[in-house]
């Protein structure tokens, strides 16, 4: 068979992804691999039309399509984006009909399913039929137990092609695109008690995203400040290089790091606003949040209150609602809402995003975090620790610094504690006691709490 990769990762033939593409290669001599490297080779695809036609005759050629990409800040690289959005753009998708396709993913296993779950939704969109993936680990083929299931995996695809077994769609066509946003009452201004508002957008003069940035920016008054994010001057995408690990120096000398010193650093309510090009935001603003990635893996909006305009169907793209409400969680900050330019009272949407913005800015609300966060927070700690700490040199000194390196391992009172309990509970009576009483044990020391609680007492104190 005739198997077409499409290589999302920017290093080319230096890709740890394809590395287990090389891997499947060897496993399956019997089979030609043809890699296209649209993640490296992005401009030259865009401005190139025989390169772009040397790719779709690839495709159109090919028995199945094997999505390889590593997993930048919970989706695919921008460069691969930018690839999926052409598509769209030039009526390509009868390359892509009926292809059988599949995805192998490496990350260190963050948020990488929704980088699965975008390119599911792309290979329904494109008439392609998705047959699974495989998400592995950067180092996960060292390990021969892997190597068993990856091609275990492939095996599946091969078999799936040549029985031309049937696949059901799984996410539903988009609607239509409704009518551009426009305002119908004038916007009030809120009172933002001094708080510095920011709102960045990629919005086209005209445009309804443009209409939604205008009405909110009115909302807020003389104290915002807008920007659109070609004004950072980006030369390119994240290339992977890692670089950026030891000191936070990106290796690109152009103007994302000053564009996000003047705006992204001192805002306390930052917001965020982009419209719907297939199953996400831009290309543009999906390199906006893979150049972040020169931070390091630590809380770039911690502290702040997030907000999100979205101009297109948020309500059918689960998948990027989960990235939007993931990225403001693990960057430390609190979503203070999301706004998009669906059916409803828009108008009064703005405003009241405006208002509980600032107002929650005001009182330093940070929601607690749910399981995204606390497992995405672990995953970093723990790959940091267990050895990107050697590399990431910056990263090692932040959590060091803010006690991240949070282990319930050295939480000692809490180790005495449970070994003493354990131990109790080798005594029939104290089992016997305790099983009978687990509520009434569950509930006490939260009790205690209410009881002490510094907190009631202020507040009562008040009335």
């Not at 920007?227 to 152009?254: P, Q, S, W």
């Not at 610094?401 to 309990?421: M, S």
Request: hydrophobic residues 40%; aromatic residues 10%.
């Amino acid at each position: 068979m005739q198997i077409c990769v499409i290589s999302g990762s920017p290093k080319g033939e230096m890709s740890v992804t394809l590395q287990y593409v090389r891997f499947l290669e060897e496993a399956f001599p019997e089979h030609a691999f043809s890699v296209v490297h649209v993640g490296r080779d992005i401009r030259t695809i865009e401005r190139q039309e025989e390169v772009w036609d040397r790719l779709l005759a690839t495709v159109k050629e090919c028995d199945g399509v094997l999505w390889a990409t590593p997993v930048y800040v919970m989706l695919v690289p921008a460069q691969l984006k930018r690839f999926i959005e052409l598509v769209g753009e030039r009526n390509a998708t009868e390359a892509f009909f009926g292809k059988y396709a599949a995805a192998l993913t490496t990350s260190i296993r963050y948020f990488d399913h929704t980088a699965h779950a975008y390119l599911h939704g792309i290979c329904d969109d494109l008439g392609m039929l998705y047959t699974g993936f495989c998400s592995a680990h950067m180092e996960d083929l060292r390990n021969e137990a892997f190597q068993e299931q990856l091609v275990l995996f492939f095996t599946d695809f091969l078999e799936a092609i040549a029985e031309r077994r049937p696949v059901q769609r799984v996410f539903p066509l988009l609607p239509a695109p409704s009518s551009p946003y426009a305002p119908v009452t004038p916007p009030v201004a809120v009172d933002t008690r001094g708080k510095r508002v920011v709102i960045l957008h990629d919005g086209e003069p005209g445009s309804g995203l443009a209409a939604m940035v205008g009405g909110l920016a009115a909302c807020y008054g003389d104290s915002v400040r807008v920007a659109h994010i070609r004004d950072a001057a980006m030369k390119g995408g994240c290339l992977g290089c890692c670089r950026c690990a030891f000191e936070n120096t990106c290796v690109y000398d152009d103007g994302f790091r000053a564009f996000w010193e003047e705006y992204v650093v001192p805002a306390d309510i930052l917001v965020m606003a982009g419209t719907v090009r297939d199953r996400f935001l831009s290309a543009a603003w999906k390199q906006f949040f893979d150049r972040s990635f020169a931070n390091g893996h630590v809380p770039a909006f911690a502290g702040k209150q997030v907000a999100y305009l979205v101009e297109g169907p948020l309500g059918h793209l689960a998948t990027l609602r989960e990235v939007l409400t993931g990225l403001a969680a693990m960057e430390g900050a609190n979503l203070a809402g999301i706004v998009t330019s669906e059916s409803g009272e828009i108008d009064a949407a703005l405003h009241t995003l405006a208002e509980r913005s600032v107002r929650l800015a005001d009182r330093g609300y940070i929601a607690p975090p749910t399981f995204p966060a606390v497992g995405g927070h672990k995953i970093f700690r723990d790959e940091i620790w267990g050895g990107m700490r050697a590399i990431f040199k910056a990263d090692d000194r932040y959590y060091r610094q803010h006690g991240l390196y949070d282990f319930p391992t050295r939480d000692y009172r809490q180790r005495i504690t449970t070994r003493v309990t354990s131990l109790a509970m080798s005594i029939p009576a104290v089992r016997r006691d305790v099983v009978k009483n687990m509520p009434d044990y569950m509930i006490q020391p939260l009790q205690r709490s209410i009881e002490t609680s510094t907190v009631l007492a202020k507040r009562r104190a008040k009335e």
